[in-house]
């Protein structure tokens, strides 16, 4: 069954760096989310994607965010200044359709800013 | 907007025993509903939806829910648990006619005592 993909399984960088948390969807998906989790808590959506353009974001969702999909395949978050609460699991989904279409997630990304 | 409690953050069970998870929605709109599951350092995956067909909802694993609109509810339930099934579950809502995004409740850890 075809899966969702993310790297790295685990990041750790300095407070003040910029991060590339990357995905990929699977390939006849159309929509594509960011999610985080922080540890302990819930699943907070951060941001749908879909036709080369953000369709929805959250006010997590700030100018320090971005989304990319520069290529075919790949889906990517970037956090350019990280800050130590931007520590959490970053998952990546994707889902054929809107509406009834399950979202499919990948293992996540711990990311870890010290 | 919409969102989702979850009653009870920790749930045991026994080996064997019925498996009752509850959930709440709250919507404007017809919603639909889905109920996820997280093993650890997994992401998430889906158990089962209710995109308004039958009302009893059967999925993966054994696992089957009832949307109560009346009650504004979306129990899971399993007539007998498995050690198999420890694990997080997540209840979940989206906006049937626009959604681009799928809100989380905040989960409740399933323990199965032997």
């Known amino acids: 069954e075809p899966e969702v993909t993310q790297t790295p399984s685990h990041q750790v960088t300095q407070m003040g760096q910029e991060v590339i948390l990357r995905c990929v969807p699977i390939?006849?998906?159309?929509?594509f989310y960011w999610y985080r989790q922080i540890l302990g808590q819930k699943v907070e959506f951060l941001v749908s994607?879909?036709?080369?353009?953000?369709?929805?974001k959250s006010e997590i969702f700030d100018d320090q965010f971005s989304v990319e999909r520069p290529d075919g395949s790949n889906f990517t978050l970037k956090i350019r200044s990280t800050k130590l609460e931007d520590s959490a699991m970053y998952f990546c989904?994707?889902?054929?359709?809107?509406?009834?279409?399950?979202?499919?997630f990948g293992n996540g990304t711990r990311l870890t800013v010290t | 907007a919409q969102s989702v409690t979850q009653l009870g953050s920790h749930v045991s069970v026994s080996e064997g025993a019925l498996v009752l998870l509850r959930c709440n929605y709250s919507?404007?709109?017809?919603?639909?509903l889905f109920w996820y599951v997280q093993y650890p350092n997994q992401g998430l995956q889906l158990l089962l939806k209710?995109?308004?067909?039958?009302?009893l909802v059967k999925g993966i694993n054994g696992f089957e829910a009832e949307f109560k609109k009346s009650e504004t509810s979306f129990h899971l339930t399993k007539p007998s648990a498995h050690m198999s099934d420890a694990a997080e579950y997540f209840c979940?809502?989206?906006?049937?006619?626009?959604?681009?995004?799928?809100?989380f409740g905040k989960g409740t850890r399933l323990h199965i005592l032997p």
């Open positions: 989904a994707s889902s054929e359709n809107r509406g009834n279409s399950p979202l499919h």
């Open positions: 390939s006849n998906h159309l929509y």
């Open positions: 994607f879909y036709n080369n353009e953000i369709s929805e």
């Open positions: 919507s404007s709109v017809p919603p639909y």
């Open positions: 209710y995109t308004s067909a039958a009302t």
């Open positions: 979940a809502v989206s906006d049937m006619n626009r959604d681009d995004k799928i809100i």
